[in-house]
């Protein structure tokens, strides 16, 4: 089961250790724990903030952290799109995921061009805690 979410983290997503992961849910989500010790499994940081955000507090903790990979709730996606994003200067930002709900294409390339960054959003049941169907922007 380690080498399975090792292979996933560090293969899959691309985590390696001088990452710093944000995982935005909320701490009775099992994927926060999941994130966490994949994290860990592969010597990456882990950058804990465990209040309801909105779209416009989360760009602000990406320009104040040095965060290198998000795993945010779709709606922080769909919502900060709204906002002036060139505005914001993520410095240390490269990977963003995201899962529980669809971001449509719009979303998602809204976010890429104001960005430069894909959203990746993956599918897996919760309770399995895996990784299984990534949708990228090359499979549309």
């Known amino acids: 089961c380690l080498l399975i979410r090792w ?6 997503m691309g985590i390696i250790e001088s990452d710093l992961v944000w995982s935005q849910s909320g701490t009775g989500w099992v994927i926060l724990l999941a994130m ?36 945010l709730l779709p ?36 976010w890429k061009e104001a960005t430069e960054i894909d959203i990746r959003s993956i599918y897996g049941q919760t309770e399995a805690v895996r990784c299984n169907i990534w949708r990228l922007p090359f499979l549309w």
């Open 7 to 12: 292979l996933c983290f560090r293969l899959g």
């Open 36 to 71: 966490a010790m994949s994290s860990w499994s592969v010597g990456a940081g882990v950058f804990a903030h465990y209040r309801n955000l909105n779209a416009r507090e989360a760009l602000e903790i990406l320009v104040k952290f040095p965060i290198t990979f998000t795993f």
């Open 75 to 110: 709606s922080i996606y769909i919502n900060a799109v709204k906002e002036d994003l060139r505005s914001f200067h993520f410095s240390k930002l490269s990977s963003c995921m995201t899962t529980g709900e669809p971001v449509d294409k719009e979303v998602m390339l809204k």
